[in-house]
């Protein structure tokens, strides 16, 4: 059975980096699919972040992209965000995610239990 | 920039028909998947590509996508069905992922 897990601080200070990694169970990292990074702040919707392939090649949401970096460690069978100089704007549940499905079009098959990340002094 | 619209809440009684709506300019033409999110949980993959439902998705589930308007429709709506509903497509100049606002279903 595949599952995905978050792990991180719940707790960045203002203009501080996020960093969080998400580790794969029971499915390739090198499979033919891309890897997601999705976050929920509290009491709004849903919001993409980017996606990242096993190759490290990557797509992220225009409204992040000048703040926002992927890796993906294949050994460990982990990908990783970071999202540079947040503010309270940033909190939010964080899930990483595994996109399924056609290039451009695919669906969000897979997800991990999201982890909550609180930006504060 | 690309903007589906969703209701931000629907009720509905038990044993009734759920139609949640998400808006957007020539959504027809785009492969839309839905997302259910019960409170605490991670969202789950109830449809994808307009009408196709994941395995373990009851039959009561469907969809359809034309126009201007994507719909997902869950007949004899249950207790269990109350969670919020997500409608996504993507975008590909730029590209782009975009969610709806969500409508939360509310069972009588």
């Not at chain 2, 509905?12 to 605490?40: E, F, L, M």
């Amino acid at each position: 059975q595949v599952q995905l897990q978050e792990s991180g601080p719940g707790l960045v200070k203002p203009s501080e980096t996020l960093s969080l990694t998400c580790a794969v169970y029971g499915d390739s990292i090198g499979s033919e699919n891309w890897w997601t990074w999705v976050r929920r702040p509290p009491g709004k919707g849903l919001e993409w972040i980017g996606e990242i392939y096993h190759t490290g090649s990557t797509n992220y949401s225009p409204s992040l992209k000048s703040r926002v970096t992927f890796s993906v460690d294949k050994s460990k069978k982990q990908f990783s965000l970071n999202l540079r100089s947040v503010t309270a704007a940033d909190t939010a549940i964080y899930y990483c995610a595994r996109e399924v499905g056609a290039y451009g079009g695919s669906q969000i098959d897979l997800w991990g239990q999201g982890t909550l990340v609180t930006v504060s002094s | 920039s690309y903007v589906l619209t969703q209701p931000p809440s629907l009720s509905v009684a038990p044993g009734q028909t759920a139609r949640i709506t998400c808006g957007g300019d020539n959504i027809g033409r785009k492969s839309v998947h839905w997302y259910q999110q019960k409170p605490g949980q991670a969202p789950i993959l109830v449809m994808y590509v307009d009408n196709d439902r994941p395995s373990g998705i009851p039959e009561r589930f469907s969809g359809s996508n034309s126009g201007t308007t994507a719909t997902l429709t869950i007949s004899s709506v249950a207790a269990g069905d109350e969670a919020d509903y997500f409608c996504q497509v993507w975008i590909l100049n730029p590209y782009d992922v975009v969610f709806g606002g969500g409508t939360r279903l509310t069972v009588l």
